[in-house]
Each structure stands twice: as C-alpha cells, then as structure tokens.
C-alpha cells in the first residue's frame, strides 16, 4: 500500500480520514517541512518514499518539469481546490494507495477526482 505525503494546503480532515482508513500519511507540519519551498518538498516526499499529495498548482509545475528534464520523484497526487470535496479525496486517495505499487506512481502526476 502506498504512503502519503501531505502538503500543507491539504486539509488536515482529509489526512484524519486516510488515517482512519489505516492509511499512512505524514504532513508536511509533522515532518518540520511546513515552510520549503516546494521543489524540496517534493524532494524530501521522495527521499521518504511516499506519495506527495497537494492542491498547490505550484507542484504540479514543477513535477511535470521533473517529468521533463528526467529527474526521478516518488510521484504526485494532485486536486483543484475547487473541484474536490474531502469524501471524494479521501475516497480517490484511498483507491490510488491499494491499486497502484510505488513503481507505477515513480515519476507520474494522478489528478483527483478520478
């Protein structure tokens, strides 16, 4: 099952529910990177070993740049704001960490809602 990241614009009932449903989940507050920027953020999700998940259109530039230039990362899990309700990201997040392996999230970018 795969591990999540979660950036601080994240809603903090969006990582409550993963946990509840016995999903790892690290925040961003929790792992002292509140304050990177968001290329290290992305970084250290990596150097974890877990999915980052954000609602920032900030890191959604800058994994498709990595996807580009060919530098590796974990994966990302990205939502509009506007577009995602907590159920339906709890739901979507869910399903993304018991169907894909960490194999197949390396270096790809999951838009929520599916």
């Excluded at 309700?85 to 979507?92: H, L, S």
Aim: charged share 20%; with cysteine.
């Amino acid at each position: 099952m795969l591990s999540y990241h979660m950036d601080h614009h994240v809603p903090l009932a969006i990582t409550n529910g993963l946990c509840r449903k016995g999903i790892a989940c690290l925040t961003a507050t929790d792992d002292g990177a509140r304050q990177w920027d968001d290329t290290r953020l992305l970084q250290r999700a990596t150097q974890l070993g877990r999915i980052l998940v954000s609602q920032d259109v900030d890191l959604l530039v800058i994994a498709v740049d990595c996807q580009r230039r060919d530098i590796e990362f974990a994966g990302l899990i990205f939502g509009r704001q506007v577009q995602l309700t907590v159920g339906q990201a709890i739901r979507d997040l869910e399903l993304i960490a018991c169907v894909l392996t960490a194999a197949e999230m390396r270096n790809n970018v999951v838009h929520i809602p599916l």
